[in-house]
C-alpha cells in the first residue's frame, strides 16, 4: 500500500501507457470484430468499477468533512476556554477577593496550566488540519518529500492520547464549595468560573471526539488506495474506448 500511495503519478501513466500499447495493437483488427467488442467490455466493466469506488469515495469524503468541522469547533473551544480563563485571571485573580475566590483562581490556573502545559494538544490540532486522511493523491498535493512529512505528521497525530485530559475535573469538592459560597457572595464570580467549567468540558469532549474522527479515518484510508488502484484501471482501459471510436470512425468514413 505504502508503493502505491507514494508512486501515484508514476502508476498512472505507466497503465496509462500499457493501455495504448494494447490498443495499438488492436488497431491491426478491424472495426466491428471480437477484439474490439471485448476491448469495449472490458472499458465498461472497469469504468463501472471506477464510478463504484467513486462513490465509496464520497461517503469517506463526507466523513472527511466532518474531521474538517470537528477541527474547528476543537479550535474554537480552545480559543473560548482560553480567552475566559485569561479574562477571569485578570478581573479576580490579582489579588482575589477572598479564600473562595482564591480557590477557584487555583483551579483555573490548574486548568490553564493542563491544555497550555500539554503541547501535545494544539500539535495534534495543527496536524489533523495539515494532514487530513483524505489527501491521498500526492501528485496533487506535493512532492514525494511533502508526502514523507505528512506521514511523519500523521504519526504524531496517532501518538496523541487525550487521556491526559480527562483525569482532571472542573469542579471536583472543593471548587464545588466555593462555587456554592460565592454564589451567595458574589455571584458574578461563580458565573464565570461556571462557564470556565463548561468551556474546559466542552474542549475534553471535542477533542476526544476529533480523536475518535481522526482514528475512523486512519482505519479506513485503504479506500484511498482503492481508488488509486481504479483510477490505474481505468487510465489503463480508457484507449480501449478510444480506440473504438476511432475505428467506428474510420469505418463510417468508408
Known amino acids: 500500500m505504502d508503493f502505491i500511495a507514494a508512486n501515484q503519478l508514476l502508476l498512472l501513466i505507466l497503465f496509462f501507457l500499457a493501455g495504448s500499447s494494447a490498443t495499438l495493437v488492436l488497431f491491426r483488427r478491424p472495426a466491428g470484430s471480437r477484439t474490439w467488442k471485448i476491448a469495449d467490455l472490458v472499458w465498461v466493466l472497469l469504468g463501472g468499477f471506477g464510478a463504484l469506488v467513486a462513490v465509496v469515495s464520497g461517503i469517506y469524503t463526507a466523513d472527511n468533512s466532518r474531521l474538517e468541522r470537528q477541527i474547528d469547533i476543537a479550535y474554537a473551544a480552545t480559543a473560548a476556554f482560553d480567552r475566559d480563563a485569561a479574562r477571569f485571571r485578570l478581573r479576580f485573580c ?9 480557590v477557584l483562581c487555583e483551579k483555573v490556573e490548574f486548568l490553564s496550566a493542563s ?82 467549567a463548561r468551556g474546559y468540558d466542552d474542549l475534553i469532549e471535542h477533542v476526544g471526539n476529533l480523536k475518535a474522527e481522526w482514528e475512523y479515518l486512519q482505519a479506513n484510508a485503504h479506500i484511498l488506495v482503492l481508488q ?14 478510444l480506440g473504438k471510436s476511432l475505428v467506428e470512425l474510420r469505418r463510417a468514413r468508408r
Request: with cysteine.
Open 115 to 196: 491544555t497550555a502545559g500539554n503541547a501535545e494538544l494544539p500539535l495534534f490540532l495543527a496536524v489533523t488540519d495539515e494532514v487530513a486522511p483524505l489527501q491521498g493523491l500526492s501528485f496533487l498535493f506535493g512532492s514525494r518529500k511533502d508526502t514523507d512529512e505528512r506521514q511523519e505528521m500523521a504519526a504524531a497525530a496517532d501518538a496523541f492520547d487525550p487521556a491526559p485530559f480527562l483525569v482532571f475535573t472542573s469542579l471536583d469538592a472543593p471548587t464545588q464549595a466555593a462555587v456554592d459560597n460565592m454564589r451567595r457572595k458574589v455571584p458574578a464570580i461563580a458565573g464565570d468560573y461556571l462557564i470556565i
Open 94 to 102: 490579582d489579588p482575589a477577593y477572598d479564600p473562595d475566590t482564591a
Open 228 to 241: 488509486i488502484i481504479a483510477l490505474c484501471l481505468v487510465s489503463f482501459a480508457a484507449p480501449f474506448r
